[in-house]
Structures are given as C-alpha cells and as structure tokens.
C-alpha cells in the first residue's frame, strides 16, 4: 500500500499531497525531498488542497504494472 502526505507550499496558503515513494519515504514520487518530521498544521485553514500531477502520474503507471501489488 502507499502513503500519501500533504506539504504546504511554501507561502501556506495550500496543500499539495504527495504519493511517498516505497524505498525511500522522505522522497515522494515525483522526487520531492519531503520534511523528515510533519510539519505543524498551520493557524489558518489553506486556500486549497490539490494532488501533485506527477505523483499521480507516476502511481497509475505502478498501478499499471502486471504483477504490481499495491
């Protein structure tokens, strides 16, 4: 099964979830290098939430795998 984890970005007025990659889970799958520690929630609720395209993108070629167990 894979994780997924959100990341404000960087002015916190939004969430982007990452998928985090199987072998190394500071990193998702799009490469992003995630915070070892959760970062805090933030005072005020974020604009918007939004899944990271290539994440996505890179889980459903997994997915598409024959053999591929989730």
């Known amino acids: 099964m894979y994780e ?3 990341e404000s970005t960087a ?3 939004r969430l982007v979830w990452h998928v985090l990659a199987k072998e190394t889970p500071s ?7 995630l915070r070892p520690e959760r970062a805090a ?4 609720e974020p604009g918007a939430e939004h899944y990271c395209t ?3 993108d890179a889980f459903s070629r997994i997915i598409e795998l024959p053999g ?3």
């Open 4 to 6: 997924m984890r959100a």
């Open 11 to 13: 002015d916190r007025l």
């Open 27 to 33: 990193s998702a799958l799009c490469g992003f290098l």
């Open 41 to 44: 929630p933030s005072a005020t």
């Open 54 to 56: 290539p994440c996505m």
């Open 68 to 70: 591929t167990s989730t």
